[in-house]
C-alpha cells in the first residue's frame, strides 16, 4: 500500500501558533524542535529537570526553562523528547498530574507507547511527530530554509483534530517542506528498532569491524584495514543515499561491481537473514523493549558494558589517530543556533 504523503500546503501553521507547546527534553531532537517551534512564531516552553546541563544551553538560545511539570501544567500541547528509558518516569511524575482532558501528549517514537509503557488516559490526544533524521540535521535543514521527512502517527483522538494538529506541529519544524508521511506508532516504532538494531547501527557497526578484525588478524596493516572498511563507507553511503543502490554501483569499478554480485550474498546469506527475522520478532513481541528497560531500572549495566567494550575495539584506537591525520573530519557535534 502506498503511503500518504503530506507537504507545506496541507499543513495550517496557525493551529500549532495557538497553542503552548512543551518541549521535555534539550537534546538532539528536543533543540530542534525547541527553537524551530519558536522561529516559526510558536509560543514554546522547554522541560528540564533542577540542575540540568542542557538548561544554560537551552536559556543562552533564548528559551524560556521550567521543570518538567511546570511545563507541562502550563501546554497544551506536550512532546517528550527525553531518552525513551526516561520517559515512564517523567511521564508518571510530571506529565500524568498536569494532563488534563482536551491537552495533547506528542512523541518523537513510539517506543513507550507502543509497548504501553506510558499509557494515557482516553481524553488526550496522542500524536507522534517523528523527523527522519538526527536533531542536528533536523534544525540544519529548518535554518536553511529545508526540512527533514518526518512521519506522523495519531494514537488517539478525541477531538478529532490530531492530524491536522500533528501535521501543523511538523510544518513548524520544516518537516512538510521536504514532506510528511502517515503511519502507526506500532509501525514506527518495529521498523525504526528493526533500522536500527539490524542495519543502520547494530547491523553497519558490526559488519565494519567484522572487516576490520579479518583484514588485520590476516597480517594487513591497520590504518589500511580502517580505509578500506570504515573510513571509504561514507562514499558509498553517500552514493547510495543520492541515487539508490544503481547509482552506487554505477559509479564504482566495474571490479568492485563484479565483487559486489558475487560476494555480498556470501557475506549477508540466509542464515543472516533468518537472524534478522529473529530480531524483529524480538522486537515485536516486545522481548527487546524488556530487555532495554529491566537494564535501565538495573542501573544500565548491559549499557555500560557494551559501552567499554566498544570503545577498547582496536578499529577505535585507529581511527582516532587518522582522523587527527584529517582536519576535515572531526567535526564536533554542535547545536545549530
Ligand atoms: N537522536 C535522534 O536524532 C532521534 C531521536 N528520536 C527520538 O526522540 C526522542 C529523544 O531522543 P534524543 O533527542 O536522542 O534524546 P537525547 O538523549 O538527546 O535527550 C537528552 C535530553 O533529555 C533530557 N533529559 C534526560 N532525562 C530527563 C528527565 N528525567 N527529565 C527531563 N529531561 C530529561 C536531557 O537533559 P540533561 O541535559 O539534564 O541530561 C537532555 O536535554 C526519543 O524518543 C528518540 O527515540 C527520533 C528520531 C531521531
Ligand atoms: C538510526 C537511529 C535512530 O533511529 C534515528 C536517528 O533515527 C535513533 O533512534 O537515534
Ligand atoms: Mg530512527
Ligand atoms: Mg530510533
Redesign the pocket.
Known sequence: MTAEVFYDGDADLSIIQGKKVAV?????????HSLSLRDSGVEVV????E?????P??EEQGLTVK??AEASAWADVIM?????T??R??YA??IEPNLTAGKALF??????IRFELIKPPADVTIAMV?????????RRQYVDGKGVPALIAIEQDPTGEGQALALSYAKAIGGTRAGVIKTTFKEETET?LFGEQAVLCGGASALVQTGFEVLTEAGYAPEIAYFECLHELKLIVDLMYEGGIARQRYSVSDTAEFGDYVSGPRVINAAVKEEMKAILADIQSGEFTRRLIADDDAGAPELKKFREEAAKHPIEITGAKLRGMMSWVDRPITETA
Open positions: 521535555i527534553g534539550y537534546g538532539s531532537q528536543g533543540h530542534a522547554v522541560g528540564l529537570q540542575g540540568s546541563k542542557s538548561r544551553k537551552a521543570t518538567p517528550v523528547l527525553a531518552p525513551d526516561a520517559q518516569k517523567i511524575e510530571s512523541f518523537g517514537h513510539g517506543l513507550n517523528a523527523p527522519k533524521g538526527p536533531g542536528h540535521l533536523v525504526d
